[in-house]
């Protein structure tokens, strides 16, 4: 099988604005595997902070600045029923780094294959309520990507 390094963008989000409800996970972001593919959340192994090669960077705006929160990459099957929680964590890391690839949470390859049809679903869990932006936030999830 052959593999290769994606990384997931903000071509994932679910529209150009999301309305976030202080304490209700809200779905921001997912991605479908299509037919012939497979996907794992991460890529690389973990060496060191510095050292590491999957990313994991998202920086969550609203039209005042930052939406601070926590933010939950899961499963879901193809009926939207969430099958596993694969990383949480909260917007003040995860939006660290923003010049300097070396700062952002190492992400490898983590064990489990999202196979097709499945979705990797990422949820935004915000302290307050807010209007997510597609055009001020970030999303930059690398992943390993197979060809079958």
């Not at 949820?123 to 060809?147: G, M, N, P």
């Amino acid at each position: 099988m052959e593999q290769f390094r994606s990384t997931f963008n903000n071509s994932m989000f679910t529209g150009a604005t999301v309305v976030c409800t202080a304490g209700v996970p809200t779905v921001i972001a997912s991605y479908q595997v299509p037919a012939g593919e497979e996907v794992k959340l991460g890529y690389g192994q973990f060496s060191d902070q510095v050292g590491a090669i999957g990313r994991n960077y998202i920086d969550l705006q609203d039209a005042n600045g930052d939406a601070d929160g926590l933010v939950r990459i899961s499963v879901h099957s193809p009926q939207d029923r969430p099958l596993k929680i694969l990383t949480e964590g909260r917007t003040e890391i995860l939006r660290q780094g923003t010049t300097d690839r070396r700062l952002q949470v190492p992400l490898p390859e983590m064990v489990g294959t999202l196979a097709e049809d499945r979705k990797m679903v990422i949820e935004f869990i915000a302290d307050t309520t807010k209007t997510v932006t597609q055009a001020d936030s970030t999303i930059l999830v690398d992943v390993t990507k197979r060809v079958v």
